[in-house]
């Protein structure tokens, strides 16, 4: 189940990436098309009520609205209804419907061995056929034949 709203929420997220620009326009669902007023460009927090330039001379971004709370997020009418946002009332119950969405899968590296054999030779005989195919510690992978240290096996 958590999993299903991480995954709203990194769905959300790529939604809205392209978004982040959508406090500096008037339309963003604020009447007055005046700025409330300017931040930093690298650094929010500061803020000035008047256009200015930073010591590298970026202009400050103009905030309107809501935008003055960290945690809100402006979307144009026309983004909201494209994207098909839909808004209810708060209510207790189950959140319902699943869902469905793209991913990777990869190995997890910390687990990988690899296997290399410090002879010239040949594979005789290949026991797993297929990448990704389950193995067993232990388990014989193939046998190689190398002249050279059969050669010295037999010396020996």
Known sequence: MNTR???????????????GDAARHPDAGDPDPRPLYYRHPMDPSITSPTPAKDSMGMDYVPV?????E??????????????????VALRHGHAGGGVRTTGLTAFDERRLAEVRVRTEGFVEQL?????????RRGQMLFAVYAPRLAAAQHEF
């Open 70 to 87: 960290a945690d809100a997020v402006l979307l144009s009418p026309a983004l909201v209804h494209n994207l098909g946002v839909r808004t």
């Open 64 to 68: 309107h609205g809501a935008a003055r």
């Open 5 to 19: 709203f991480t995954c709203l929420a990194m769905l959300l997220a790529l939604a809205l990436a392209g978004c």
């Open 127 to 135: 026991a797993v056929r297929a990448p990704g195919e389950a193995v």
